[in-house]
């Protein structure tokens, strides 16, 4: 083969496997802006069934974030995508609570352009009021919610991740409020963690 054609050939080559292999790039994403709109959105949600609000809780929002940030950066999926429960990553971040209520996360993504704050956060708000499961986690008797979200691009695709974590901190000295019916709550969840700290 001509030196030449074999030197084209070996270039097409190594661009082939730079653009599978290509990084994955951080999207300039403004954390604390969607933060808070998937809080006001779920204590919205929660207003609306008679439910009360849900105190943002700095050690589950710094748990939640870099879990969101793992499920972008890695391209997966799942409560258990890094090997541990939610329960487990709270416990390892040094978070205090006396009861785990759930774990709600999303994942959407656009292609070739990144959509909008609010786009990416009405979508996810929307899965999880329309999803049963989800839907208790929003609806349960929770003090406190951390909350992460990430943008971020590999290859041609813009993935976004957003992370809830409900947690009751009632025995810490958090309060649910006397108002909050037992039929606005639903149905009851099990309880996901019968290791409880104290």
């Avoid at 999803?131 to 813009?158: C, E, F, Q």
């Amino acid at each position: 083969m001509p030196a030449r054609k074999q030197g084209i050939i070996s270039l097409a080559l190594m661009m082939t496997a730079l653009g599978t292999c290509a990084p994955a790039l951080a999207q300039q994403f403004d954390v604390s802006g969607a933060r808070g709109s998937i809080i006001a959105a779920t204590n919205s949600y929660r207003a609306e069934r008679g439910l009360p609000p849900l105190r943002e809780h700095a050690g589950a929002n710094r748990v939640a974030q870099a879990y969101a940030y793992y499920l972008a950066r890695t391209d997966k999926t799942g409560h258990r995508a890094d090997g541990r429960s939610p329960s487990q990553r709270l416990r390892e971040g040094g978070v205090k609570y006396c009861k785990f209520q759930g774990e709600n996360w999303h994942r959407s993504w656009t292609r070739p352009n990144r959509a909008s704050l609010g786009t990416a956060v009405g979508k996810a708000m929307n899965f999880w009021k329309n999803s049963p499961g989800h839907d208790r986690a929003l609806r349960s008797r929770s003090t406190d919610i951390g909350v992460g979200a990430v943008g971020w691009k590999h290859g041609g695709r813009w993935i976004y991740t957003e992370v809830q974590l409900f947690i009751d901190t009632t025995c810490r000295g958090g309060q649910i409020a006397p108002e909050a019916s037992s039929a606005a709550q639903g149905p009851g969840l099990p309880d996901r963690n019968p290791q409880r700290v104290p």
